[in-house]
């Protein structure tokens, strides 16, 4: 395993998220408790270090089961991170109570690392407003030792994290941001990774592979990487990828199963950053990817515990970028859906837009639903 030095502390350069644990009967809110606790192991004697959890992972289970396995294990040799859930407004005023409550399901006295969640346009009025006291609490916690490092994850763009790093950046200790090749562009993270440079602040990275559509590629993109580097398999690029950038300290990757865990440790048994040729190789391919892509949809199932039709807003969104990427072509699209009851379908939305107020990619879910009704012919 790979270490990279933070503030004297050596922490893995991967690190285990825990937004997309293993599942019983398809169901995110229930963990296959048995089957985490088998990666947790193998994480643990593979030599990762750093584990990343959150208050609404898997309908609010992530935090409890996280601590529950984690407390087998002696707590110096673990990193924990958690973060305050201000991607819903309805947390604002209650970090008095939450944070002793992520306390408490982590079954630990202290976070090593803390966040402001999800820093974006939806919240950032909200985290800046000292009526909610949520940065003076989190700095007496931080004074009182329960938070070691306080820093923030941002979905937002530059004008917001910049905003927000002029009010609080000064005691910020670290940033966890979207950083894929895909995103690099697409989502301006170039410009993202350079103004943490300007502030000295180093780099946590979330969505590497980008909910996994970055782990496979079109046989022609994969035939071009291959090429290039035949021993690499193509979910290897994207973290080669992130290699390449010194500030980068850890990268989460949200592993499902033991097969992705493997792969991902085996990948981070030695650092080969990418070359200048590479770069543009892999730059190149996300151009091509970005033009077919419809929505920049995560697959974070934010949205889904607030759709009064309990849709499943990612599913439907995915089966529309793999329809647009597809075009007049698409039969995945179609047989998918016609696998979904009639009132789970995209023109089943009723435009109330509650997804869209969680949305971390602020998505305008509802508009995007109707173009994939439209596009499919349902609308």
Sequence with gaps: MIYNDFQGKKLSALGMGNMRLPVLNGDDSKIDVDAAREMFDYCMKSGINYYDTA????????????GEL??????????????????????????????????????VDYFDFYMFHNVCELNIN????????IYDYLMEQKKAGKIKHLGF?????????KRFLEAYGKDMEFCQIELNYYDYRFQNA???????????????????????????????????????????DVPAWAFRFLQSFPTVTVTLSGMSNMDQLKANVKTYEENKPLSDDEM????????????????????????VPHCPMKLDIPF????????????????????????????KQPESCINCHSCEKVCPQTIHIPEELKKFAVKMGRA
């Design 55 to 66: 208050y609404g992972y898997h309908a609010g289970q992530s935090e409890i089961v996280v």
């Design 70 to 107: 984690l407390k087998d294990y002696d707590r110096e040799s673990f990193y924990l991170a958690s973060k305050f859930p201000g991607y819903d407004l309805n947390n604002m005023p209650k970090v008095k109570e939450i944070f002793p409550d992520q306390l408490k399901k982590c079954q």
């Design 126 to 133: 909200q985290y800046l407003d000292p009526k909610y006291g």
């Design 153 to 161: 994850s941002a979905h937002g763009d530059y004008d917001v994290m």
């Design 190 to 232: 170039k410009a993202k990774v350079e103004l943490l440079k300007e502030w000295n602040i180093p780099v946590w990275v979330m969505e590497p592979v980008r909910g996994g559509q970055l782990a496979t590629l079109p046989e022609e993109q994969t035939a071009k990487l291959k090429e290039a580097r035949p021993d690499e």
């Design 280 to 303: 543009k190789l892999i730059l190149g391919i996300a151009d091509e990817m970005i033009e077919r892509t419809a929505v920049p949809c995560t697959a974070c199932h934010y949205c």
């Design 316 to 343: 439907l969104l995915k089966l529309y970028n793999e329809a647009m990427a597809d075009g007049s072509g698409s039969f995945i699209a179609p047989m998918a859906l016609a696998s979904l009851d009639a009132d």
